[in-house]
């Protein structure tokens, strides 16, 4: 199971996904060629092999990148994989990058210096995986 990360250009005076107009629309992240180039800078480990998804093996675990096929990018997806706090810096290191804020699938957004959406995930995740098999009617 992976944490869902979504990075967009949001105004940094907002504390919450609720806070932005109902008709406001962000800007792209940037041009595909743009976004590619900062993320290179910003995490010298990512693979972009396949331009429409990356990938960044560390210590703390693997985020894979999904850019997507769009031109501007609109938004990117970062799809978590470890169970450390070792990894929130690197979510915040590619979202500054790419000017954009980062919220998890609840829409709450992340705070630098705050994992208590990280751990609230974490915790999810590992009642789900210890629970055992689903009834399913």
Do not use: K, Q
Request: proline share 10%.
């Amino acid at each position: 199971m992976s944490g869902d990360v979504l990075l967009l250009p949001l105004p940094a005076d907002i504390a919450s996904i609720d806070d932005l107009p109902a008709d406001h629309e962000p800007p792209p992240v940037g041009s595909r060629s743009d976004v590619r180039a900062a993320l290179e800078a910003a995490v010298p480990g990512v693979d972009l092999t396949d331009p429409a998804r990356g990938e960044l093996l560390g210590p703390a675990g693997v985020i894979e990148l999904n850019i997507g096929e769009d031109d501007p990018v609109e938004s990117v997806m970062l799809h978590v994989r470890g169970g450390t706090d070792d990894v929130l810096p690197m979510i915040f290191r590619i979202a500054w990058a790419l000017g954009c804020r980062p919220f998890d699938r609840a829409g709450d957004l992340l705070a630098d210096g705050d994992a208590a959406g990280w751990h609230a995930f974490r915790a999810f995740r590992d009642r789900a995986l210890s629970s055992g098999p689903y009834d399913i009617p």
